[in-house]
């Protein structure tokens, strides 16, 4: 059993940047591919970024690609996201996301663990 705890949320203005934060526990960190997801108000949550095990590779949605960037720090049992030039579309409960399988972190319907999420608020 993995348990997520994000933190770094906030409210950050139009063309800001902002870092979330995730922690693990319960679980050996680097078995597990990890991501990142979002919900917006009346939205279904939808895919953000993902890195691999090892932290070789990244994934991105279209919509985030060159102004976020997903990273991990196994030591420290953390993954990041390091959100630039936000937008006001990029308001939503950011959700921490692990599974051993870095396909399925592709869709929020097959992801293994969650994190409580953490609300990201872009104004103008």
């Known amino acids: 059993q993995v348990q997520l705890v994000e933190s770094g949320g906030g409210l950050v203005q139009a063309g800001g940047s902002l870092r979330l934060s995730c922690g693990a526990s319960g679980g050996t960190f680097n078995t597990y591919a990890m991501g990142w997801f979002r919900q917006a108000p009346g939205k279904e949550r939808e895919f953000v970024a993902a890195i691999s095990r090892s932290g070789d590779s990244t994934y991105y949605h279209d919509s985030v690609k060159g102004r976020f960037t997903i990273s991990r720090d196994n030591a420290k049992k953390t993954v990041y996201l390091q959100m630039n030039s936000s937008k006001l579309e990029d308001t939503a409960i950011y959700y921490c996301?692990?599974?051993?399988?870095?396909?399925?972190?592709?869709?929020?319907?097959?992801?293994?663990?969650w994190g409580q999420g953490t609300q990201v608020t872009v104004s103008s």
């Open positions: 996301a692990a599974d051993r399988s870095r396909v399925r972190l592709t869709a929020a319907g097959t992801v293994s663990y």
